[in-house]
């Protein structure tokens, strides 16, 4: 046990950040319990375009367990990585799906080619520590607006998910029938989420996931909820018949011949997953470090080139094993609470994973309705970004973080948010006779989405 202890302390340097073994793997379960929900949700968002759900969850599983071992051993962080909600929301729902009404075959090859390159493109830029600089010339408010206006979008597809919101031919959209299941237990989860939350319960997001799961497989045994497969309602209950059989990740799958013939929409798409990732990447890690007192005396962030380069390797490991772009997440911040603050607590996290993938017919049973309370809640917490927003001061960072807020949820598309944001916000600031001030990161980006806006008019 001590030769253990040893091994631990000489890879993590515990007693240096005033911690133990037993604090740490603790932490790592707390942050496993908080986003464990990714296993359940990222199936159940990338099969919208066309990707099976069980591929999907062996490839969530491998990527978030590898990603975060690595963080663990190479930045000795208690910072967990899995793919990123709002990122496979983006994957699917704005690019493979327009892709998809293209006639684009299996579209989802495509956005897998776009987070691989986008993965490399980290990977250089963190090599040359642009990253972190890049952070500091892009306008706070547009960076806020565009974590805002994911987090609604995030709201909109669970919401829609749980048939709380629908169609309406009338009013664009309505509020659903509380008749049916779906919807009556979504909102009941999404309550019981909001309670948990207040009184501290640790992972209370996989607990109102689970929650609303009981409940719909009790509506089922008293038949108010009625599966037909025909319909595309399926049994709520794991079925285990066949054992655990895991379905084979997809390997590789990437279209370069779209790149070839598509060249400035890949390029759209790739600069879109940028920089999303970017600013979510480096404002969970800038969190969760707060949290933790891990940032040094001038309030950076030491090893932020390991960890950055941990969330990049994530991102390219996970798109050669077939899913969304692989990110920190904020709940390694309720593992942080509760003691965590070195690599172990990342171990732990991360093993935990690896083992979660024996239990892949439950996680796949688990139906969309009961992701409604993790959508809802993660959006409702990146909602938090707009109290960093000022609206009084400068007029061309507040047009465009507020038509990044709205232009995601109102256009179904994270795509057209940040393309008004970013545009809105150079047009202002060349009105003001500022054009001198706007980086030229933006003015690239601007550029970009200029070209997409006239190729559609074509």
């Not at 607006?145 to 309406?168: M, P, Q, T, Y």
């Not at 209370?204 to 037909?228: E, K, N, P």
């Not at 054009?435 to 806006?453: Q, T």
Request: aromatic share 12%.
């Amino acid at each position: 046990m001590a030769q253990g202890e040893s091994f631990l302390e000489r890879c993590f340097k515990l007693k240096e950040h005033g911690t133990n073994v037993k604090t740490e793997v603790m932490a790592g379960v707390i942050t496993f319990l908080a986003m464990v929900y990714i296993l359940a949700v990222n199936p159940s968002i990338l099969s919208a375009s066309g990707m099976e759900p069980g591929a999907v969850f062996t490839a969530t599983a491998v990527s978030a367990c590898f990603a975060t071992l690595f963080m663990a051993f190479y930045a000795n962080y208690p910072i967990a990585l899995a793919s990123g909600m709002g990122l496979n929301a983006y994957f699917a729902y704005s690019v493979c799906i327009p892709l998809a009404k293209e006639g684009i075959n299996d579209p989802w090859t495509v956005a897998l080619t776009a987070v691989l390159v986008e993965g490399l493109i980290f990977i250089l830029l963190t090599l040359c520590k642009f990253r972190e600089a890049l952070v500091n010339d892009v306008p706070t408010n547009l960076k806020n607006g565009i974590a805002v206006g994911i987090g609604l979008f995030i709201a909109l597809v669970g919401l829609e998910n749980g048939g709380v919101v629908v169609a309406d031919a009338a009013t664009l959209v309505n509020l659903g029938s509380f008749a049916s299941p779906s919807m009556a237990l979504a909102v009941i989860g999404l309550i019981a989420c909001a309670i948990m939350y207040n009184y501290r319960v640790p992972g209370y997001i996989l607990w109102s996931i689970l929650g609303t799961w009981v409940l719909g497989m009790i509506a089922q045994l008293i038949g108010w909820y009625q599966v037909d497969v025909a319909a595309g309602v399926y049994s709520l209950f794991p079925d285990f018949s066949s054992g655990i059989n895991l379905q084979a990740p997809y390997l590789f799958a990437f279209n370069w011949e779209f790149v070839a013939n598509h060249l400035v929409d890949f390029a759209v798409i790739v600069f879109s997953f940028l920089f999303v990732d970017l600013f979510d990447t480096a404002g969970t890690l800038i969190g969760v470090a707060s949290k933790g007192n891990l940032l040094d005396k001038e309030g950076r962030l030491p090893r932020a080139k390991e960890a950055l380069m941990a969330d990049a390797v994530g991102t390219v490991f996970g798109a050669a094993v077939g899913t969304s772009t692989c990110t920190s997440y904020v709940e390694s911040s309720a593992g942080v609470a509760a003691g965590g603050r070195t690599g172990l607590t990342s171990l732990t996290t991360g093993i935990l994973f690896a083992v979660a993938l024996v239990l892949s017919p439950v996680f796949l049973a688990i139906p969309s309705f009961a992701t409604v309370p993790a959508l809802v809640w993660v959006g409702l917490l990146m909602m938090s970004s707009v109290t960093k927003m000022d609206f009084s001061e400068d007029p061309a960072g507040a047009i465009g973080g507020f038509l990044a807020i709205i232009m995601m949820p109102f256009t179904y598309s994270i795509a057209n948010g940040i393309m008004f944001g970013i545009l809105a916000f150079v047009i202002v600031r060349v009105c003001q006779g500022r054009a001198k001030d706007v980086h030229w990161v933006m003015w690239i980006a601007a550029a970009l989405f200029a070209l997409r806006i006239i190729t559609l008019v074509v």
